[in-house]
């Protein structure tokens, strides 16, 4: 039994350039999926594959069991909104929104009906004669996931569908979408380039770096197992610490970090004593005090200390080795140049494959 | 001192551009037989001259005539031209977008006397056709500039939007990319009749006597013997020009804002 | 994947075509029927093509030999377009004067004769004794021939078949093209002048100032241009407004000639082509930064200074293609020069029109405008070149 949507090992190239990679990716219906990556990662050129916009080069994609990559965008059933809304300017909210509806010659009396209540779902029946041009871009927003939603396609495909809003807008419509998903069982890709969106939106990510998938997963793995050094440096903020292996046993590595420190941290598959890999570790996973706690403890100097707000960030060094922590706020007396334990649990140290 | 200056210098230019055209005007409206001022009373004489003398009545008849018959030419030939040349699927675009604007830059009398020897061959010499295919030559690059700005500012995601929501090519082609690149297609009409119009070398070297136009009634007039009928023909062409002309801007202030509707930033 | 984008690309082809065949027809072919007219000369071969073939061998010493009568004799009786005929009779009289009377002798006694082989054009008429007229015919029958471009810029082939300057009373094509550059220049010079000025203050100007300085530029452009030029013949002729107004203030006594010479010619197009002059230089002004001036200013730079410096050569690339578009519409230029000009201020276009409609001389019209297109042609090529956004004239 295929999955729900199913990328075959498909590449595509533009001229002599590869965007898009023998990819995989397997969609379950019901799911909320991002795609994350910085700019030019290939991101719009998948949904666009799968909207029918672009051919694959190579390889097939799959839709409920159905091979669909030689079908045109009209022939899929599939809802997408662009990120500048590409609303009809010619015609009203209301004829925007029945459009779909028209095309699949669904009965003039029932498609009042439906456009009717689609619009009271996003709560812009009030709307519905003016034109897209007298709406202020979150209502062209919401109009445009109406009108993506209102033939109930099988899967909605979003393309940056936030980036033109506000931060304050752009929270409010992140709950919205996330609202309509769990409500009517939507599946959704998404496509973003905002890694905290994707985080709290999605029920999986994945992360792409030039056409490749580098990880995908639950947003929460993500965060707290990157696997390879892109994602943990691309996803929130890290401290990246080449460290040699002196040993490993039960599934923890002893490293030597350098300048006479020493760390143990949870060790993965295929990690043999004598071995120099990368690791990371969170800014806020390091508690800063006075005496040691937990099993690994690092005794370091207070360098910089920067004021955010709701937290501070505090640089440490030890000779050439240095790291950042994050944390509330800094108690006791510690200034620049004190001295302070840094401790992190093992669980905490995850090894990065590259 | 220097802004007096800039500002006489402004005024006297503004003055040098604008006087002829207002300052034959109101001799439309002259009791006398020259075209001279002071106007000693105002009659409608000329313009009662205008509209029942044989050899202007024609004229103007003639002119709406070929110009129809080159608008509609020119409009449904350069609107084809310019669909097929915007997506960039044919190879040396900008060759053939060249070859299609060349009529405007051709000196008016070159193409008169190649034209002429042509219809002459080809029997249309002198005919309302000919006139009218040659009128067309001119007009085609007005149109194909005009309805090429337009569909230049349809967003190509609009387009794409209609194609997933389950429309098929043609159905995209006449719900969304005609409609909004009719005003294109609209002032690019208005062009080519506004050309057609004023044409007068072309008119020359292929019209007979059966076809002259008003623009060439004109210029015979001025040539033989100029008398106010021609201010009141320039009267009427001057408010055909400007009533085309504000319908065209009109359409390109419109066709702006919806330019700008599409764009997500505009509340 | 690759038939996806032949049927785009044949769909496209499919909407282009129609246009394509038109301007393929209806101005490639025209342009090309011009130029052709310049060259072509079968007019008599067409005709006589017997006595073509066979007065080739003949070396212009005495008479042809009687081959070349025979095929005369046989080319004239079954010669039956009459238009055809004429044309080439025209064509050797031109050549050869009384040609006309001899061949209007020649052909009816041609006709009547009942066995072609019995008639001797000696005795038909005498004159086919004289070689000049079986030069001429000789002469007449190479299919193509440089006679008319060489024409357009005054030389012609004298007997020997060299290629010589036009008696200076012959021709005077080369006046005229020295003048319709120099009318060209004018104008340009004067656009040039007036429109730098007035661009740069349209551009320090804002709201409704500079809006009534652009609405002046644009009115004009979209007043019919026959308007324009019966507006100045009223302006300018003797008893019109600026006479009137110069005598009215005792500035003058009789009237000014402005009317039918050169100053009348050059005023009328510098109105008519300033707007093409006035929008390329103004749109690269808008383009400076506005505190570049006071930039250079605060350098130490007076104003003055600052304006050759700074906003001249920034400015450089407007005036240039304005001049460039302004110059390459004023030697094409026809109907202002032919309504307000004198006999001597008739430029190219004007004599190439009455080549073409007053003695259906197309050879030489053709000529004519091969050169003038030519030259358009160029200019237009520079222009595209370092134009940016092509601005073509409506004119
Ligand atoms: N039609 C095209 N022709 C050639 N190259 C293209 C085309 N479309 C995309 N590309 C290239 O493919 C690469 C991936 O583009 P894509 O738009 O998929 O990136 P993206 O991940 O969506 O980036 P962004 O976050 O900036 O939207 C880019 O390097 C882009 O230049
Ligand atoms: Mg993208």
């Avoid at chain 1, 202020?136 to 980036?163: H, K, N």
């Avoid at chain 1, 969106?197 to 999986?204: G, P």
């Avoid at chain 3, 004067?190 to 644009?218: N, Q």
């Avoid at chain 3, 276009?349 to 409609?357: D, G, L, P, Q």
Wanted: net charge positive.
């Amino acid at each position: 039994m295929r999955p729900f949507i199913q990328f075959e090992s498909v590449s595509k190239a533009f001229g002599s350039v590869t965007v898009v990679n023998a990819l995989d990716l397997a969609i379950e219906k019901g799911e909320f999926v991002s795609l994350l990556g910085p700019s030019g990662s290939g991101k719009t050129t998948i949904l666009m594959m799968l909207a029918g916009f672009e051919r694959p080069t190579q390889g097939a994609i799959y839709l409920d069991g159905k091979r669909i990559d030689h079908l045109p965008p009209y022939r899929r059933q599939m809802g997408v909104v662009f990120q500048n809304y590409a609303l009809f300017p010619h015609m009203s909210v209301a004829e925007n929104v029945a459009f779909p509806l028209e095309m699949q010659r669904v009965p003039r009396a029932e498609i009042a009906e439906r456009v009717e209540r689609a619009l009271d779902m996003v709560k812009l029946k009030h709307l519905k004669d003016r034109r897209p041009s007298q709406l202020s871009g979150g209502q062209q927003q919401r109009i445009a996931l109406t009108r993506a939603l209102v033939f109930e396609p099988s899967v909605i495909l979003m393309d940056e569908p936030l980036g033109a809003l506000d931060k304050q807008l752009r929270e409010h419509m992140q709950l919205e979408i996330r609202e309509l998903h769990k409500r009517l069982g939507l599946t959704i890709v998404f496509v973003t380039h905002d890694q905290s969106e994707a985080l709290t939106m999605s029920d999986r990510i994945a992360v792409f770096n030039a056409g490749r998938i580098e990880q995908i997963d639950d947003p929460q793995v993500i965060y707290d197992t990157p696997r390879t050094r892109f994602v943990a440096e691309f996803i929130g903020e890290t401290n990246l610490i080449e460290a040699k292996v002196a040993s490993v046993d039960n599934h923890v590595a002893h490293l030597s970090l350098g300048a006479g420190l020493s760390a143990r941290a949870h060790a993965g598959n295929g990690l043999s004593a004598g071995q120099t890999a990368s690791f990371s570790l969170r800014p806020e996973r390091i508690r800063l005090g006075a005496a040691p706690e937990g099993s690994n403890a690092l005794d370091m100097t207070i360098a910089d200390c920067i004021y955010h707000g709701d937290h501070m960030r505090v640089q440490l060094t030890h000779d050439d080795f240095s790291l950042v922590a994050r944390c509330e706020r800094l108690a006791g007396n510690w200034t620049i140049g004190a001295s302070v334990v840094a401790s992190f649990d093992p669980s905490d140290c995850t090894v990065l494959t590259q | 001192m220097f802004r007096a200056l800039q500002i006489t210098f402004g005024i006297a230019i503004v003055i040098f551009l604008l006087m002829p055209i207002f300052a034959i005007l109101p001799l439309a409206f002259t009791s006398s037989v020259f075209l001279n001022y002071p106007i000693p009373a105002y009659s409608m004489r000329w313009m009662h001259e205008l509209t029942t003398a044989d050899v202007w009545r024609t004229s103007i008849v003639n002119s709406l005539i070929i110009g129809s018959g080159a608008t509609v030419l020119a409009t449904v030939l350069g609107t084809l031209a310019s669909l097929g040349m915007r997506k960039g699927a044919l190879p040396m675009v900008s060759l053939l977008r060249t070859l299609f604007l060349l009529p405007m830059v051709v000196p008016a009398v070159v193409l008169g006397v190649g034209m002429q020897i042509f219809l002459v061959r080809l029997g249309l010499a002198s005919t309302y056709l000919g006139v009218t295919i040659a009128h067309s030559v001119l007009c085609i690059p007005f149109v194909i500039v005009s309805v090429s700005a337009a569909l230049q500012g349809i967003d190509p995601s609009i387009e794409r939007a209609a194609s997933s929501l389950g429309a098929p090519p043609v159905t995209v082609f006449r719900r969304v990319t005609l409609p909004l690149a009719i005003p294109g297609v609209v002032s690019g009409a208005i062009f080519a009749f506004a050309t057609s119009l004023d044409e007068v070398v072309l008119t020359l070297f292929v019209a007979g006597p059966n076809q002259r136009t008003l623009a060439r009634q004109m210029f015979s007039s001025i040539r033989e013997n100029i008398n106010p009928t021609v201010a009141a023909a320039a009267l009427l062409l001057i408010i055909g020009t400007l009533c085309l002309g504000g319908l065209a801007a009109l359409l390109r202030w419109r066709q702006k804002r919806s330019a700008l509707m599409t764009a997500p930033s505009a509340i | 994947m690759k038939a996806a984008i032949l049927r785009e690309r044949s769909g496209a082809l499919l909407l282009v075509s129609p246009v394509l065949v038109f301007m393929a027809v209806f101005f490639l072919w025209p342009l090309w029927a011009m130029v052709t007219a310049a060259f072509v000369d079968d007019a008599v071969s067409k005709v006589l093509p017997r006595t073509a073939a066979s007065i080739v061998s003949w070396d212009g010493q005495g008479i042809p030999s009687e081959a070349a009568h025979k095929a005369l004799v046989q080319d004239l009786r079954v010669a039956t377009d009459e238009q055809a005929l004429g044309e080439a009779v025209r064509r050797l009289n031109s050549a050869a004067s009384g040609f006309r009377t001899l061949l209007g002798r020649t052909i009816p006694a041609v006709k009547a004769a009942s066995d072609p082989a019995q008639v001797d054009l000696l005795t038909v008429d005498p004159r086919w004794k004289d070689t000049r007229f079986w030069v001429a015919l000789k002469e007449a029958m190479p299919p193509y021939t440089d006679r008319n471009i060489l024409a357009a810029v005054d030389m012609k082939r004298d007997g020997s078949g060299s290629i010589v300057l036009e008696g200076a009373d012959a021709s005077a094509h080369r006046l005229i093209m020295l003048r319709t550059l120099l009318v060209a220049a004018m104008v340009t010079i004067a656009c040039a002048v007036i429109g730098l000025p007035y661009a740069m203050l349209a551009a320090s100007l804002t709201g409704w100032k500079r809006s009534v300085l652009l609405l002046a530029v644009v009115l004009p452009l979209w007043t019919s241009l026959l308007v324009r030029t019966a507006a100045w013949f009223i302006l300018l002729q003797n008893e019109g407004l600026i006479n009137g107004a110069l005598q009215a203030i005792g500035l003058i006594n009789s009237p000014l000639p402005l009317i039918f010479n050169r100053l009348g010619v050059v005023i009328a197009m510098t109105h008519v082509l300033l707007p093409f002059m006035v929008l390329p230089i103004y749109s690269v002004i808008l383009g400076i930064p506005g505190n570049l001036m006071s930039a250079a200013q605060s350098m130490g730079a007076g104003p003055v200074r600052a304006f050759w410096r700074v906003l001249l050569p920034l400015s450089l690339p407007g005036i240039l293609s304005g001049s460039l578009l302004v110059f390459m519409v004023a030697i094409g230029y026809y109907i202002t020069p032919a309504l307000l000009g004198g006999a001597n201020d008739q430029m190219i276009s004007s004599v190439i029109a009455f080549y073409a409609t007053g003695t259906a001389n197309w050879g030489l019209a053709g000529a004519l405008g091969l050169i003038l297109l030519v030259v358009t042609t160029v200019l237009y090529t520079i222009y595209g070149r370092f134009s940016t956004s092509p601005q073509v004239p409506g004119a």
